[in-house]
């Protein structure tokens, strides 16, 4: 079956514009996960959502940073006014639900932000 | 907050020779452990995933095992391949997010 597919694959943007990332989860997922890899930070995790509960949004570095997720299903990352510090692969990763933090996480192949 | 350590950062080996990857977390209180597999310029390929109360995991030439109460785990793969060469990242879940090691690059050579 298919996996997770982000989209774009890359992104070229001007500092001080959005941008929006956008994620489809394996058909079934009801959990998601946005993860930043950059070179200084390495992998850190930034927004967890799991069916109709409230996002944890615990590591989002700063308020220009959202995420939606659209009938449990497509989500969307938003980086407002973006700076140099926000260039990163951003990668997305959905898991069964059923069983929580026990289940295995797959992951797409990212999408790398460039910010000029 | 939850560490991930990993060692050696770099790795080469000739082919044939197998590979030990180390990775070591602060806090033993985990729900379970993934090792991945990056590609340059690519996304994470999930290689093995050991549930807490597992001790180790196998799959084909790789096996992990896991000792939580000293917040180890160790990755062994058997008759390295050129193929092999990658970055290998352990990650560990507590509380629903991974926490990543920054990884071990590993080559082999031909």
């Known amino acids: 079956g298919a996996g997770v597919s982000q989209s774009p694959s890359n992104k070229v943007t001007e500092k001080g514009k959005d941008v929006e990332l956008r994620c489809d989860p394996i058909s079934g997922h009801t959990a998601l996960y946005w993860y930043r890899q950059s070179l200084g930070q390495g992998l850190e995790f930034l927004i967890y959502?799991?069916?109709?509960?409230?996002?944890?949004k615990s590591g989002l570095p700063s308020d220009r940073f959202s995420a939606e997720r659209t009938g449990g299903s497509v989500s969307t990352l938003t980086i407002q006014r973006t700076q140099q510090e926000d260039s990163a692969v951003y990668l997305c990763?959905?898991?069964?639900?059923?069983?929580?933090?026990?289940?295995?996480?797959?992951f797409g192949p990212g999408t790398r932000l460039t910010v000029l | 907050k939850q560490e991930v350590t990993q060692i050696p950062a770099a790795l080469s080996v000739p082919e044939g020779e197998n590979l030990v990857l180390n990775c070591s977390f602060t806090d033993s209180a985990i729900y379970n452990l993934q090792w991945f597999r990056q590609d340059p310029g690519k996304g994470l390929t999930s290689l093995l995933l050991?549930?807490?109360?597992?001790r180790e995991q196998t799959s084909g030439r790789l096996n992990a095992s896991l000792d939580k109460s000293s917040g180890r785990s160790t990755l062994y793969i058997a008759a390295s391949q050129p193929g092999d060469s990658a970055t290998y990242l352990c990650?560990?879940?507590?509380?629903?997010?991974?926490?990543f090691g920054a990884g071990t690059t590993v080559t082999v050579r031909a």
């Open positions: 050991i549930q807490s109360s597992q």
């Open positions: 990763a959905s898991s069964p639900g059923a069983g929580g933090p026990y289940n295995e996480q797959f």
């Open positions: 959502f799991q069916g109709n509960s409230a996002p944890d």
């Open positions: 990650a560990v879940v507590d509380d629903y997010k991974l926490s």
